[in-house]
C-alpha cells in the first residue's frame, strides 16, 4: 500500500541520500552550500583494447601517487576576485537559462577545454557537483573546465534535455573561439551518472548537427540509453527508502523548466519513479519511446574514445553497461572499481577514486600531440 507523506516526510527522504553521501565535507562545503553563484541556480527554479589497453594500466599502475591538490577557492571573496574562473548565463532557442561555471587552467594551459554534465536522474543535481579536489586535477594538468546546467525531468523531457545540451555546445563552440582566438574549438566531453548518458547521446547527436566532434569522451558510471531490465521494474535499492506518493512527479511534470535541482529538494524525484520502476517513462514524456533516446552498438561504434568507469558493486546502473560499452566504443578504457556505492568518487578521501582519477588525467593526455 502507498504511504502518503507530508511535506515534512519529503523533506526527510531528500535528505537521507544527502546524508549518506556525506557530500559536505572536506572543502567540498564551499562547492554545494557557499557557492557565489548559488542565487543563480535559485532563481532557476523556472578500453585501449588487448595490448593497448594492457599497456595502459601497467603505465598506471608504474606512475607514483601524487597528492591531490584541493581547490584553493575555499571563500566567496577568493572566487569574485579570481578572473580564472567566470559564470555566464545563455538562452537557448526556447527561451531557457542556463548558466555554465568557467574555470580556465593556469600556465600549463593546452587551449583543451573539458565540458561537464552533473549526475541525478536527469531529474535533480547541479553544475557544481564535482568534488573540487577532482575539478582542479583537471586545471592543474592544462585542461579548462566548463560545468553546465540543463533542463530536468519531469518538468522538461528528454527532448528538451537534449536540445539544451546542444545548446551549451552550440554556446561554448562560439565563446571558446572567441576567447582563445581559435578556428575549431578541442575539447572533451565529461560526465557523471546520467551527465555521461548525455555526454555519449550528445557525441552522436553533435555529428548528425555537423558540429565541432569532442576529442574524447569521459564517462563515470554512466549509460547509453533505457533499455536494461532494472530501469523498467522497482528497483531493490530504492525500495529501501520510506515509499513516496506518485503525486510529486505528476505535480512537476510540464511545469516551468527547471535548470538546477537540489538533492534536498528533488531526490525525491529521482527515489519515486526507480520506486515504480517507470523512471524512463517520466523521462520521455507523454507519447514519447524512451528507446527513441537510447544509443546503438553502431552509434556507439562512432563514437571518439572513451575512459569509462564504474563500480562492480553498482545498485543504480548496471555494472555490465560500462563493461559493455568498453567494448563497442573503439579505442575505450575501461578503469573497474570493485564493492563500491554507485557514485564511489563522491568521498574524496577514498583511495579508489583519487587512483581513477589519476587514471583519467594520464589516459587524457595520450594522442594529444596529434591535435596541434
Known amino acids: 500500500m502507498m504511504i502518503s507523506r507530508d511535506k515534512e516526510d519529503i523533506v526527510k527522504i531528500n535528505r537521507m541520500r544527502s546524508n549518506a553521501g556525506d557530500y559536505i565535507k572536506d572543502g567540498i562545503q564551499d562547492n ?7 542565487s543563480i541556480q535559485n532563481s532557476n527554479q523556472n578500453s585501449l583494447h588487448n595490448s593497448s589497453q594492457n599497456s595502459f594500466h601497467s603505465n598506471i599502475q608504474n606512475r607514483s601517487q601524487n597528492n591531490i ?44 577545454a573539458v565540458l561537464y554534465f552533473h549526475g541525478g536522474g536527469l531529474m535533480y543535481g547541479q553544475r557544481n557537483d564535482l568534488p573540487g579536489v577532482y575539478r582542479q586535477m583537471f586545471l592543474d594538468n592544462g585542461y579548462d573546465f566548463i560545468a553546465f546546467d540543463y533542463p530536468l525531468a519531469p518538468e522538461s523531457t528528454l527532448g528538451d534535455i ?34 555521461a548518458y548525455l555526454a555519449l547521446f550528445l557525441a552522436k547527436r553533435l555529428k548528425e548537427l555537423d558540429l565541432p566532434q569532442p576529442f574524447k569522451i569521459i564517462s563515470f558510471y554512466g549509460y547509453y540509453g533505457f533499455e536494461e531490465p532494472e530501469f523498467h521494474k522497482p528497483s531493490p535499492f530504492y525500495l529501501r527508502y520510506p515509499a513516496i506518493d506518485g503525486s510529486i512527479l505528476e505535480r512537476a511534470k510540464g511545469g516551468a523548466p527547471v535548470t ?9 524525484f529521482y527515489v519515486c519513479a526507480r520506486q515504480k520502476g517507470d523512471w524512463p517513462l517520466w523521462l520521455a514524456g507523454d507519447g514519447n519511446c524512451p528507446a527513441d533516446f537510447s544509443l546503438s552498438e553502431m552509434d556507439l561504434a562512432g563514437l571518439p ?8 558493486s553498482d545498485e543504480d546502473v548496471p555494472f555490465r553497461v560500462s563493461k559493455r560499452m568498453s567494448r563497442m566504443i573503439p579505442g575505450s578504457v575501461f578503469y573497474p572499481v570493485y564493492y563500491l556505492e554507485h557514485d564511489f568518487d563522491r568521498d574524496t578521501g577514498r583511495a579508489e577514486g583519487k ?11 595520450m594522442n594529444e600531440n596529434g591535435l596541434k
Not at 554545494?32 to 548559488?38: A, D, E, G, L, R
Not at 581547490?71 to 555566464?88: A, L, V
Not at 538546477?260 to 525525491?268: D, Q, V
Not at 587512483?355 to 593526455?365: F, I, R, S, T
Open 32 to 38: 554545494i552550500q557557499n557557492s557565489p553563484h548559488s
Open 69 to 112: 591538490k584541493h581547490n584553493t577557492h575555499n571563500n566567496i571573496q577568493d572566487r569574485i576576485q579570481d578572473k580564472s574562473f567566470q559564470t555566464h548565463i545563455f538562452q537557448t532557442d526556447s527561451g531557457i537559462s542556463l548558466a555554465a561555471d568557467y574555470f580556465a587552467a593556469g600556465e600549463n594551459r593546452k587551449d583543451i
Open 162 to 195: 537534449h536540445r539544451g545540451t546542444e545548446e551549451c555546445v552550440r554556446w561554448f563552440c562560439t565563446y571558446y573561439k572567441e576567447r582563445n582566438d581559435m578556428i575549431t574549438p578541442t575539447y572533451v566531453l565529461f560526465g557523471r551518472s546520467a551527465g
Open 260 to 268: 538546477s535541482g537540489p538533492m534536498e529538494k528533488r531526490f525525491s
Open 305 to 312: 574514445p572513451a575512459f569509462l568507469t564504474a563500480s562492480s
Open 355 to 365: 587512483e581513477v582519477y589519476e587514471a583519467c588525467m594520464e589516459w587524457m593526455g
